[in-house]
């Protein structure tokens, strides 16, 4: 079999989430025996970078690996001579007007990347078309020719805009003047457009897999043929999974946080967490000294800000060996479904791997039904449930071993790179022979 990976991000073993899945799927694909190509879509704003890609070639040496050359959409001309305001103006009639409208450049402007992956598609042969977590990759590629597509996808576009729009005092974002208001009213027109233009591509593409049960659910409703729930993945730990301090660890540290200080979720957690949790914490600990570790690049946006100002947290950035920092932690909470906003968590597989028991809301089922209370996680429902489990796994050694090999067990049944790739290998194989056996039928009817 022959895939053409289309992604936003380089691959790397020690970065972002995103980062490390691309590389393991590139690394695993390849370990299998199939061919891929790599083809990395740069949004605007970033520019080629050798070092990047040198280093990827570096960790994913392999004559199965093709890498083709990145496509900087800064570098790309927009297609349409029509000024850009009137292209705007008549997508938000067209959209009021209940019209039909085609997915639009405005919007997405990696549709200009499309004509340069059909020809590597026309040149190469692929069997099939293979994205993971890139917003960038399915306008790319949704309306290409010759090959299947399979999206393997997270939040659907349209969910951080609504989330915001829907708590705006997270963001700080002026709610007041009639100038604020007719702004907001576009940017909701604007968002529900997008949504409908996103959903009339990912009905284009064969398959769907999306690592959040939630949103798989949400795909389906929406018309797609073939929505699946496909698990999330992380790479075995570098280091045997331990949690090996006890209750007399002193200040306590429970891991707040991990990742970008200013994403969607992480931006609502720390609302929770600061406003309904961190008072809950005082009291039950009363004079015992607990630390709030929060990890990511930073600031956060100032509302948020506002709460991690408190002397309970303390903000690190990125470190060296986060995995070193969150085995010295008594929990790993995640509180980024706390509200509305459901998304699947990485972070929750970061912890397990490492047999850090985990903490979280129980709206975190919704998009992982293998996290469950009391077996790979303490669950809680409202803010005193949450705060009674935090404080219940710090101060019980048992408890808090036990969470913590409950989740390391559902990591390694569920959640290991090693399972979801060969399982992704398995459904795109499906989806070409599917496609094979439809095309003989067909021929044979004729």
């Excluded at 996680?377 to 710090?394: N, T, Y």
Aim: glycine share 6%; with cysteine.
């Amino acid at each position: 079999m022959k895939i053409l990976l289309v992604v936003s991000n380089y691959p790397y073993a020690q970065g972002e989430a995103v980062e490390v899945v691309v590389h393991e799927v590139i690394r695993l694909i390849a370990e299998s025996g199939h061919e891929i190509s790599v083809q990395v879509i740069l949004p605007r704003g970033k520019s080629y970078s050798s070092e990047l890609e040198s280093r990827a070639k570096e960790t994913l040496k392999s004559n199965r690996i093709q890498w083709l050359r990145a496509i900087e959409l800064g570098q790309l001309r927009p297609a349409s001579l029509i000024p850009k305001g009137l292209r705007k103006l008549g997508m938000y009639l067209r959209h009021m007007l209940r019209l039909p409208t085609k997915p639009s450049p405005l919007l997405f402007p990696s549709m200009a990347a499309a004509p340069l992956i059909q020809q590597v598609v026309n040149e190469e042969g692929h069997d099939a078309i293979l994205s993971i977590w890139s917003w960038e990759a399915l306008p790319a590629v949704y309306a290409l020719i010759g090959a299947k597509k399979f999206i393997y996808y997270g939040n659907p576009n349209h969910k951080p805009a609504e989330a915001r729009l829907s708590h705006p005092e997270m963001w700080g974002d002026d709610i007041r003047s009639m100038r604020a208001r007719r702004k907001r009213a576009m940017q909701r027109l604007k968002n529900r457009i997008m949504e409908d233009q996103h959903l009339h591509m990912m009905n284009r593409c064969e398959v769907e897999a999306n690592n959040s049960l939630h949103d798989a659910k949400y795909y389906e409703t929406q018309g797609h043929p073939r929505s699946l729930y496909l698990q999330n993945m992380w790479p075995e730990a570098d280091r045997p999974p331990s949690c090996s301090h006890t209750v007399s660890q002193n200040p306590i540290r429970i891991a707040a946080s991990v990742g970008n200080l200013k994403a969607t979720g992480n931006t609502m957690a720390f609302h929770y967490l600061g406003k309904e949790i961190l008072p809950r914490l005082i009291r039950l600990f009363g004079e015992r000294e607990f630390i709030l570790d929060v990890y990511g690049k930073g600031p956060a946006h100032p509302p948020a800000g506002q709460f991690l100002s408190d002397s309970h947290f303390r903000l690190h950035g990125w470190v060296d060996d986060l995995n070193a920092e969150l085995v010295d932690s008594s929990c790993f909470l995640c509180l980024t479904n706390a509200y509305d906003f459901i998304v699947g968590n990485t972070r929750v597989l970061l912890a397990w791997s490492l047999g850090v028991p985990v903490v979280a809301h129980s709206n975190s089922v919704l998009s992982m039904p293998e996290i469950i209370h009391d077996e790979s996680a303490l669950l809680g429902s409202d803010p005193d449930e949450v705060a009674h489990s935090i404080h219940q796994v710090c101060m019980d050694d048992d408890l808090r071993k036990r969470i913590g090999q409950g989740g390391l067990s559902a990591y390694e049944k569920f959640y290991r790179s090693t399972t979801v790739v060969p399982k992704m290998v398995s459904l795109i194989e499906q989806m070409i022979s599917e496609d094979k056996n439809t095309d003989l039928t067909e021929c044979q009817r004729a």
